[in-house]
T-cell receptor, first 112, second 116 residues
C-alpha cells in the first residue's frame, strides 16, 4: 500500500541552524508530494508541494525536491528561526484517487 | 472568508452519547475528508468523499458514520461515543481529480473532542 515515513522527532535546533527533516514514501505510480505545517493549537497549513519528479517546492525559506529514484521528499531550510517551531507533516496524494496520506509528523523546536 | 469551517471547536461527551461534528466548505471542492489526530500517531483518515452522494472508508472508520448530501457539507457522526474517540478531528477539502494532487487539501481548524 501507499505510505509515508518521516524521521522521528522531536528535533531541537538553535536559531540559524540548518534544518533537514527526512521523508520517504512508498507508492505505485506518480503521487504528488506535500509538506504541511501545524503551529501549536492550530490546524494544518500547506507549506509546499511538488507534483512530478525533480520538481522543487519552496515557501518561506523551506525547500523540498521530489526524488523519484530515492522515493524521497526531504524538507530543508538554511537558517531556522524560533517562529519555525511547529510540527511538520510529509504527505502524498494520487492525482485521481484523492486520499491524502500522512507521515507521523516531526516536531521541531528552535531555541534562541 | 473562503475555507473549511468546523463546528464545534470543543466538545465534551459522556460515554454512549451521540453527536455530529459539522464541516462545511465554500470553495466548491469535490473531495472532502475527515481525519483524527492523536499524539504520536499523526493524522489518520476516518472517511472520505469524492463527491455528493459518494463516501468511502479510510484507515479508522469504526464508530463513525458520514454522509454527503451536498457538495458543501460533510458531517461526521459518532453514534455511541467511547473514550477511545477522544481526539482532535480535522476536516479537509480539495479539488477533484488531478486537482487534489495539484493544489493539495485545505484544512479546518479542528474540533477537540473529549469523551469521559
Amino acid at each position: 500500500g501507499n505510505s509515508v515515513t518521516q524521521m522521528e522527532g522531536p528535533v531541537t535546533l538553535s536559531e540559524e541552524a540548518f534544518l533537514t527533516i527526512n521523508c520517504t514514501y512508498t507508492a505505485t505510480g506518480y503521487p504528488s508530494l506535500f509538506w504541511y505545517v501545524q503551529y501549536p493549537g492550530e490546524g494544518l497549513q500547506l507549506l509546499l508541494k511538488a507534483t512530478k519528479a525533480d520538481d522543487k517546492g519552496s515557501n518561506k525559506g523551506f525547500e523540498a525536491t521530489y526524488r523519484k529514484e530515492t522515493t524521497s521528499f526531504h524538507l530543508e531550510k538554511g537558517s531556522v528561526q524560533v517562529s519555525d517551531s511547529a510540527v511538520y507533516f510529509c504527505a502524498l496524494v494520487y492525482n485521481q484517487g484523492g486520499k491524502l496520506i500522512f507521515g507521523q509528523g516531526t516536531e521541531l523546536s528552535v531555541k534562541p | 472568508n473562503a475555507g473549511v469551517t468546523q463546528t464545534p471547536k470543543f466538545q465534551v461527551l459522556k460515554t454512549g452519547q451521540s453527536m455530529t461534528l459539522q464541516c462545511a466548505q465554500d470553495m466548491n471542492h469535490e473531495y472532502m475528508s475527515w481525519y483524527r489526530q492523536d499524539p504520536g500517531m499523526g493524522l489518520r483518515l476516518i472517511h472520505y468523499s469524492v463527491g455528493a452522494g459518494i463516501t468511502d472508508q479510510g484507515e479508522v472508520p469504526n464508530g463513525y458514520n458520514v454522509s454527503r448530501s451536498t457538495t458543501e457539507d460533510f458531517p461526521l457522526r459518532l453514534l455511541s461515543a467511547a473514550p477511545s474517540q477522544t481526539s482532535v478531528y480535522f476536516c479537509a477539502s480539495s479539488y477533484g481529480g488531478r486537482g487534489a494532487g495539484g493544489y493539495g487539501y485545505t484544512f479546518g481548524s479542528g474540533t477537540r473532542l473529549t469523551v469521559v
